[in-house]
């Protein structure tokens, strides 16, 4: 799950601006793009909008140079090396209508939101993406803990669609699928070329339903398939339990909506409990809210320490520090990461090591996430969600790709979840003892 940033404990909201507003804030624009515009987004003809760039422009985006977003001029006129003209994209538009060989089964809500999927794609980073109305539903869902699925958190890793975590009692982790296996086919449809978001929608869909994987596991010479009845995935975001030596274990298992105050509790039953040493199980945990990671991190660091740093495109720096209500720093504590611990869980776990003394990593190298997105809502039901910026550790760490590497490396066999043994839990039990 990608890591989400929320200003003043909200999704950042935007305002919706009524017609009488929004034309008197384009008066400056070009009044005959401005017609073209507000025919586009209303759903008129688009046939007008190519009909005009005709007139005004041969549809040339001039050479190949890279342009950045801030610095292109959108015109129908004056070729130049800045100039792109959009009646480009309403060529290709009026060809699609006038030729395709379904044209009648076209939807142009579809095809809009598709150019807009293709623009954010074209940036490189598979974080940075488009929300319609069906996706942005899921996507709450995601955060909140209840949707329907396989109950599997997916990344690309090398280009490949790959499993970063499977959920707790979900289908997917029933069934086997484990954190790093690479997902060849849907359904017996290559995932080749297939975004991340795409793969998501195939592998969802209603509780009752199969759907069939194939994976590839490192370690072996062949692919399987693994079939999957899709339920309704609930999940609880933290758990508590007591065990032996006064050991607490705080299993958490993303950081979403329910996730602060839920840890908060689990800290508070640890203390009233006598706990003399804390496993703070982040294993399988794909991240989540920002600010639940800064929150967390404030329940077991001094006030004022340093959880993440946000470094935006032009090199700036932003310190997110702890804001007091330290419970339990002074705990011996050991941090259970693996594969599947990604984005805020790094961002957690990194704090911990570098702030703290009495802190341990078990287990194996986290996936290597290390970008803030922010998800900004454009319409009732639509969102973007963008990369706004990357994270470093306290001291100035970049993980992205790179991940974070326990101080004890502990690896969980096949045979291990055959027998439903946890080697890297019990190094944590010892370790506190």
């Known amino acids: 799950m990608d890591e989400i940033k929320k200003t003043d404990e909200a999704v950042i909201q935007v305002q919706e601006i009524d017609e009488n507003t929004y034309l008197k804030q384009k008066k400056l624009f070009h009044k005959s793009f401005l017609f073209f515009l507000v025919v586009f987004l209303i759903g008129g003809s688009f046939f007008l909008g190519y009909k005009k760039g005709q007139e005004n422009g041969g549809g040339s985006t001039g050479d190949n140079k890279v342009i950045p977003p801030s610095e ?49 794609a074209a940036t490189g980073d598979p974080y940075t993406t488009f929300f319609s109305p069906e996706e942005n539903a899921a996507f709450k869902e995601d955060i909140s803990g209840t949707f329907s699925g396989i109950g599997a ?33 849907i359904n017996g449809e290559s995932t ?6 795409d793969a998501v929608k195939k592998i969802r869909g209603e509780k009752g339903t199969e759907v069939k994987l194939t994976i590839f596991r490192d370690g072996e010479e062949a692919t399987r398939e693994v079939a999957i009845v899709r339920d309704t995935i609930v999940v609880k975001s933290v758990r508590f339990e007591m065990k032996e030596n006064n050991i607490a274990l705080i299993r958490v298992s993303r950081f ?7 840890f908060a509790d689990a800290v508070k039953q640890a203390k009233e409990k006598g706990a003399q040493g804390i496993v703070v199980d982040l294993r399988n945990n794909p991240g989540g809210y920002l600010e639940a990671a800064v929150s ?14 946000e470094e935006t495109s032009n090199g700036t720096r932003k310190e997110m520090k702890t804001k007091g ?9 050991v941090v259970l990461i693996n594969q599947g611990s990604a984005s ?25 996430k290390g970008s803030v997105q922010e998800l900004i809502p454009v319409t009732k039901d639509t969102a973007v969600k963008v990369t706004v910026a990357k994270w470093l550790t306290p001291k100035g760490n970049q993980i992205n790709h790179v991940g974070i590497s326990p101080d004890v490396e502990v690896d969980i066999t096949r045979d291990d979840l055959t027998a439903k043994k946890d080697p890297q839990m019990d190094k944590a ?3 506190l003892k």
């Open 72 to 120: 292109a001029i959108f015109i129908n006129k004056d070729n130049s090396d800045k100039t792109i003209d959009f009646s480009l994209f309403w060529k290709v538009w009026s060809i699609l209508r006038e030729k395709y060989v379904d044209k009648a089964n076209l939807d142009s809500t579809k095809l809009f939101y598709g150019a807009i999927d293709g623009m954010l």
């Open 153 to 185: 958190e997916m990344g690309l890793k090398d280009e490949v669609i790959t499993v970063i975590a499977p959920l707790d009692e979900s289908p997917a982790e029933k069934a086997g699928l484990l954190a790093g296996d690479r997902i060849i086919q």
């Open 192 to 197: 080749t070329n297939l975004s991340l978001d």
């Open 256 to 262: 979403g909506d329910d996730t602060t105050e839920g």
């Open 296 to 309: 967390m991190g404030s329940l077991m660091l001094p006030a004022g320490k340093i959880v993440v740093m």
């Open 325 to 333: 209500g330290d419970m339990i720093s002074s705990l011996k504590t």
């Open 344 to 368: 805020a869980s790094e961002i957690l776990a990194g704090a911990l090591r570098e702030n703290r003394d009495n802190i341990t990593l078990v287990g194996k190298k986290s996936f290597g």
């Open 429 to 431: 039990l010892e370790l």
